[in-house]
């Protein structure tokens, strides 16, 4: 199943890295920092068509579209972000990327990333490790004090602005140093890879860290909501994952903050 999931995530990243005139196709959702494009919803179409003959019983969960299907009641789940960094890809900064999970009952058991513009392709198995262009890779053991923090923000929620100020004023002065890249899943991506030490964000949908979350766990991370209890598959909620050491002294670091 694994590889048939690698082969459909790579032909959909060619999608995306074939963009054309993508300023013409964008619209706003909820606000102009909330936007979608022709592509994702042209990618989320091509996924659930190749996805589902996969698993033909399977659930889909998307970004992009009104489905919301009692996906509870499923066996089996994919959960796919079609673009996951649509701004940074509308602006033309390569940070974006393919996005697909799949679940059984409620548990991650795959995920792939591939970011189509640097050709880095993440996957894991539950149980079975982590992957990125098919070599196996494992997360740092660094303490935070020689780790990179990633943090996520959408301007969207208006309601998070002074909860996500307050969380990275805590850890800015404890860390190497600090980067925003724009993708919850790619980041997840780059904790599973070393690249970084921890990540937080304070409110994400399940299609933004599904993928991702396997990734990082079957590369040695933890991965909670902020307040380091299991991460929810079928709702927003936020996120806190690093490596062991970084994200102990991360979670105790917010909590003594409330």
Known sequence: MLERLIAVTREAGGIIRSARDVDSSVREKSSPRDLVTNYD??????????LLKLLPEAGFLGEEGDERENLSRKEWVFIVDPI???????QGYHNSCVSVGLAKQGQMEYGVVFNPYDGEL???????????????IACTDRPLDHSLLIFGSALYYRDL???????????????QDIRRFGSAALDLCYLAAGKAGAFFECRLCPWDYAAGSLIAREAGCTVTQLDGSPIDLFNK???LAGSPGAWRELL???QKGE
Request: aromatic share 14%; with cysteine.
């Open 41 to 50: 919803l042209l990618v989320q179409d091509f996924l659930r068509r190749e």
């Open 84 to 90: 996951d960094g649509t701004t940074n890809f509308i």
């Open 122 to 136: 993440y996957a894991a198995q539950r149980g079975k490790g982590a992957w990125l262009n098919g070599k196996p």
């Open 161 to 175: 602005v002074g909860e996500t100020l307050r969380l990275f004023n805590a850890a800015f002065p404890l860390v």
């Open 237 to 239: 909620c936020g996120i």
């Open 252 to 254: 105790a670091l917010f």
